[in-house]
């Protein structure tokens, strides 16, 4: 069984994380591609190459420059720099369903109050040491 390449992973979870930004299921996608979810679900996995071709048609779909799909590669590229782990997770958290319907519902709240009241809570839940 064949290793998935560091880039095909970065690649697909950058395809995943706006497909679910736009809110599209995996089969719309497919579709609007001609494929089968399958297939769709093995480029966000990584398991399978996207070719040049297809991801420049991915990104027509996705309305997004096909360099969307290699922001943050990079550092990974020529080593982890100081700080990356960060960024890694904070995508691998935006590409997931549960990252970003907290995203989304988290932005709605107006009142900032509220919004610091819940990152108190989030904060106390995780274990997260009080800054001041």
């Given at each position: 069984m064949r290793v998935p390449n560091p880039i095909d992973i970065h690649v697909g979870k950058r395809l995943r994380m706006r497909r679910l930004?736009?809110?599209m299921s995996q089969e719309t996608l497919a579709e609007a591609l001609g494929l089968t979810f399958?297939?769709?679900q093995k480029y966000e996995k990584g398991s399978n190459r996207v070719g040049a071709s297809r991801l420049q048609r991915?990104?027509?779909v996705l309305q997004v420059?096909?360099?969307f799909f290699f922001e943050g590669l990079a550092s990974k590229a020529t080593g982890k720099e100081r700080g990356t782990e960060a960024l890694d997770y904070v995508a691998d958290f935006?590409?997931?369903?549960?990252?970003?319907?907290l995203i989304r519902s988290f932005s709605k709240?107006?009142?900032a109050k509220l919004r610091r009241s819940i990152i108190d809570l989030v904060e106390r839940a995780a274990g997260v040491p009080e800054a001041h």
């Open positions: 930004m736009l809110d399958q297939q769709v991915i990104s027509e420059p096909v360099s935006i590409a997931s369903s549960d990252g970003l319907a709240i107006k009142n």
